[in-house]
């Protein structure tokens, strides 16, 4: 999952920390004569009272006993601030370059010019611009003017992704089955949208499973009326389920097809209705209005978009529209098993503000995982 994204953040993060490296060696590693005479002007500004301050702490210290100081010596110094001469043990002019040397900040131009190429690598894997800013913004706060060991460069750049990604699916995510054990009057409807071909009526197969494998009874509602075969492969699946199915012929008004499923499940006391809907496009006036009058009749209580999650910046935007139409609750991605590049499920939560519930990974009926931020983050090798 995510492979191709993640061997690319894998290059990106080595080839910034490399350059973070370098200018860092550049810029702070004594060299030569040049660095060894700076070294020397330095040691020059330290006044002869504070080295010999500095000596009689070190003697101290070594001797484990105070160091003796003429009553005439003390009258005629004036007073020390013993704070500073904390912070002078702790902190000498040495200590100072030895921290210069081993740590490094990374400047607002030095972080833009490393960020491009990270920038480049997530637009390039269909993540949504509103994200890399988000991305991008987190990882300024982490590293920018901030002393960084230089040797936990890569592991810093690592773990501010890592949150920084975690925070995109901070979305309150429903637990279906305790939505529908919690409900006192039956049945829980559920709503299935997204465009053509992108795994609706398979979905709802392995939702209709995973109920019955948890004791819930349902039935499904064929309210796809306009695709050719819709019926009959919906009518596929509730055989090799055992669910029942209601339908009427092509043409008929899907609302109905959902009306009078939900009356079903009332008389014969079933769990769930899960509702099929056609899938359309959002700038089919006809057909969106369809939706809208299938949520008015069925009103259900979960609205799912149904995506593939390999079709990136599309599925974002597919589920943005529908969101927008019908006000969608959660979603669903199929195909994210072979989702190389990690675009939608990276940015299509974050963009709606809706959770992701569920990613389809395969055929079967148990091919169907329930999403964790940690599926994402794994996935890119954070």
């Keep these: 999952m995510f492979k191709f994204l993640k061997e690319k953040l894998k290059g990106a993060i080595s080839k910034i920390s490399s350059k973070v490296e370098e200018e860092a060696k550049v810029e702070d590693i004594p060299k030569d004569e040049i660095e060894a005479e700076k070294i020397e002007s330095k040691k020059e500004e330290i006044s002869q009272e504070e080295v010999k301050k500095e000596e009689q702490v070190i003697d101290a210290e070594i001797k484990e006993e105070k160091p003796v100081i003429k009553e005439e010596e003390i009258k005629e110094e004036p007073k020390i601030d013993t704070g500073k001469i904390e912070e002078t043990k702790e902190k000498g002019f040495f200590g100072k370059l030895t921290e210069k040397i081993t740590t490094k900040k990374i400047s607002q131009t030095q972080f833009e010019n490393l960020f491009s190429d990270l920038e480049l690598i997530l637009l390039e894997n269909n993540v949504a611009l509103e994200v890399i800013e988000k991305i991008k913004s987190d990882l300024e706060k982490n590293l920018v003017e901030t002393p960084i060991k230089r040797t936990k460069v890569e592991e810093t750049i690592k773990l501010s992704l890592k949150n920084s990604i975690e925070d995109l699916f901070n979305v309150e995510k429903p637990n279906l089955l305790d939505y529908i054990s919690n409900k006192e009057d039956k049945p829980f409807v559920i709503a299935f949208f997204g465009i053509n071909g992108s795994g609706k009526t398979t979905s709802i197969a392995k939702i209709a499973n995973m109920l019955k494998e948890n004791n819930i009874s349902s039935v499904l509602a064929a309210s796809d009326t306009f695709r050719a075969a819709s019926i009959e492969q919906l009518q596929h699946h509730a055989d090799k389920l055992g669910t029942k199915l209601i339908k009427h012929d092509y043409g008929s008004d899907p609302a109905a097809v959902a009306f009078d499923a939900i009356k079903h499940a009332k008389a014969k006391n079933i769990d769930v209705v899960l509702i099929d809907t056609a899938g359309r496009l959002h700038n089919q006036d006809n057909l969106m209005d369809e939706l809208k009058k299938i949520v008015k009749v069925a009103n259900p209580d979960l609205k799912i978009f149904v995506g593939e999650s390999i079709t990136g ?70």
């Design 313 to 382: 910046n599309d599925c974002v935007e597919q589920a943005q529209n529908f969101n927008d139409t019908i006000g969608i609750d959660s979603i669903l991605l199929t195909k994210a098993d072979v989702d190389e590049k990690g675009g939608a499920a990276i940015s299509v939560s974050y963009i709606t503000k809706k959770p992701i519930i569920y990613l389809g990974i395969g055929q079967e009926y148990n091919d169907l995982k329930e999403f964790e931020p940690n599926i994402v983050v794994e996935g890119l090798g954070l």
